[in-house]
């Protein structure tokens, strides 16, 4: 009697130890991460720092290790990967995930922020929360908004100093068709491509041009085959790093708040890299010898932009309250 007493005792035990080894294993969350930039990149370190201050917040229940320059796939493989749980945190420039997103091609309407500052405010404040609510619905929690700075043009040939300089001019655009109506309203030819591709066509001739902020222009190499960069600052693009709805449900409600607090940490750390790195890749192209040309008078660009105000509008309706928001932020 005495020795099935024990026996069943034992089997109890190492039944409830089992159980508790697979607890255990079960809230340990190993996230892989996507990242279009070089491991020196601000976004780079910004995800790095994530992981990182997940980790310690979490005391190891949450990991991550970020996989960066794309390794994992373009922008938009990566953007639908993330909704459907494949990968588990990305960090994405929010042009490309309007495709997925309509509302969020709010913050893609050229000129629609007016400094990068007027951004912040904006992204942290309510409409940064509207915008997330519209990304959850989607399979993306968004948990910080990154820095990408202001997106200029730059090209092979000439200055541009109005809208009439870019007329014919193959430009490539992020895949986005209110990129692509950006550019054909200025007489442009916008040609969506990857990222990786952008160096070589500008060399080869495919395009012309493209549009991007100082550290992407420099960290590419672009400026050594497109040397003439013109401010236009027409974009004032936020960034979002995001989880994957799959992945994010599976956390407890302690663990997604440690999570949440460690990417707006992270988030900190990044806008104060992105601006060092701005100037510092501004100074590194002046150097080389690129010829860069300030625009004080942006009204001939931004008057071209009013059908892509309207044409964006009559896609998604909710737009219409989303800009009236923004230009309410002071």
């Given at each position: 009697m005495m020795k099935t007493m024990i026996a069943r005792c034992a089997t109890a035990a190492a039944g409830t130890a089992l159980a508790l080894a697979l607890m255990?294993?079960?809230a340990q969350a190993e996230w892989r991460g996507w990242n279009i930039h070089p491991p020196e990149y601000p976004v780079s370190i910004?995800?790095?720092?994530?992981?990182?201050?997940?980790?310690?917040?979490?005391?190891?229940?949450?990991?991550g290790k970020v996989y960066h320059s794309a390794v994992l796939g373009d922008q938009s493989d990566a953007i639908s990967q993330v909704q459907l749980g494949a990968i588990d945190f990305a960090e994405f420039n929010m042009g490309?995930?309007?495709?997925?997103?309509?509302?969020?091609?709010?913050?893609?309407?050229?000129?629609?922020?007016?400094s990068v500052d007027h951004m912040h405010r904006v992204m942290d404040g309510p409409?940064?929360?509207?915008?997330?609510?519209a990304m959850e619905q989607k399979g993306l929690v968004a948990l910080a908004w990154y820095?990408?700075?202001a997106r200029s043009f730059y090209n092979t040939k000439k200055p541009i100093t109005?809208?009439?300089?870019?007329?014919?001019m193959k430009m490539r655009v992020m895949n986005n068709t209110?990129?692509?109506g950006m550019v054909e309203s200025m007489g442009g030819n916008a040609t969506p491509m990857p990222y990786s591709d952008v160096y070589q066509s500008l060399k080869t001739?495919?395009?012309?041009g493209a549009e991007n902020n100082w550290p992407s222009y420099e960290s590419s190499n672009h400026y050594e085959v497109a040397g003439y960069y013109s401010l236009t600052e027409h974009l004032i693009l936020p960034e979002c790093l995001c989880v994957s709805k799959t992945s994010w449900s599976r956390l407890s409600a302690e663990d997604q708040k440690a999570v949440r607090e460690a990417a707006r940490e992270s988030a900190t750390l990044q806008r104060q890299l992105w601006a060092d790195r701005e100037a510092k890749s501004r100074d590194m192209i002046v150097k080389a010898g690129g010829k860069i040309n300030e625009i004080t008078n942006k009204v001939p660009f931004q008057t071209q932009m009013v059908a892509v105000y309207e044409d964006a509008i009559k896609k998604t309706p909710a737009l219409k309250d989303l800009i009236a928001d923004i230009k309410a932020v002071q």
């Open positions: 255990s294993g079960a910004g995800m790095e720092k994530f992981a990182e201050l997940a980790k310690e917040k979490t005391k190891g229940r949450v990991t490309p995930i309007g495709t997925a997103v309509p509302e969020v091609n709010v913050v893609s309407l050229p000129f629609i922020f007016r409409v940064g929360d509207k915008l997330a609510a820095d990408s700075g109005s809208p009439n300089d870019m007329k014919g209110l990129f692509v001739g495919v395009i012309d």
